[in-house]
């Protein structure tokens, strides 16, 4: 069994939609939790970095961490044609450290 | 430019053949990290640099691969005796202080192995 799970979808939603993305992993010690976005043939970049439980809210992005349901989520507001890309929860044991993966879901904003 | 660069963009090989991926790093990033992501997949960790030593190298699959960064700045991935199950692409990231919360790790654009 992965260590991270992640449903990779594809999911197509029409523009304007509410979007909920989420992650489930297996190893206690994850403390960092990280949502990517990474577009074809592009390598990932950061969205959101949360530490331990709780929300974090950056523009139309919010991230959910529950580490007593070992689940964290990624919900999209207004979602546009240019959210259009594949995302990867990643989490880590440190600071710092490795940061596992899971496996993508691809999303699709259709105008 | 301002981002993780690596050279080439994309190699083709035949199996059995020797190939060399190299990463440069943001100018003053002290860690370096090599994933390897295949299609479909997440990127999976194979090692991390802090400076010129591998501070962790737990997730190169076997002893044909290897990497180096002997001056703490651009890195070289190395795979020897390469299989098509290596196929993949293969991405580089760094990092300023890696042991402050909330540091990001930066991507580059990746390097596309194919072996034929």
């Known amino acids: 069994q992965k260590e991270v799970e992640q449903d990779p979808g594809p999911l197509s939603v029409p523009e304007g939609a509410i979007v909920s993305l989420n992650c489930t992993y297996s190893n206690s010690a994850f403390q960092y939790f990280m949502w990517y976005r990474q577009y074809s043939r592009k390598g990932p970049e950061l969205l959101m970095y949360?530490?331990?439980?709780g929300n974090k809210e950056d523009g139309r992005f919010t991230a959910q961490v529950d580490k007593s349901s070992k689940y964290i989520s990624l919900f999209i507001r207004d979602s546009q044609p240019s959210d259009s890309a594949t995302y990867l929860c990643a989490m880590s044991e440190t600071s710092g450290s490795r940061l596992t993966f899971g496996e993508g879901t691809q999303l699709t904003v259709n105008p | 430019g301002a981002g993780v660069s690596q050279t080439p963009s994309n190699k083709v090989t035949e199996k059995g053949k020797y190939v060399e991926l190299r990463c440069d790093p943001i100018s003053g990033h002290t860690a370096l990290y090599w994933y390897r992501q295949s299609l479909g997949q997440g990127p999976e960790f194979l090692i991390y640099?802090?400076?010129?030593?591998?501070?962790?190298d737990s997730g190169l699959p076997n002893d044909r691969f290897f990497a180096v960064r002997p001056e703490g700045s651009v890195s070289t991935l190395k795979i020897q005796r390469t299989e098509r199950g290596d196929s993949a692409v293969y991405l580089c990231?760094?990092?300023?202080?890696?042991?402050?919360?909330?540091?990001?790790?930066?991507f580059g654009p990746g390097t596309r192995l194919t072996v034929l």
């Open positions: 640099f802090q400076g010129t030593g591998a501070a962790d």
């Open positions: 949360t530490y331990s439980s």
């Open positions: 990231a760094s990092s300023s202080n890696p042991g402050l919360a909330g540091v990001e790790q930066f």
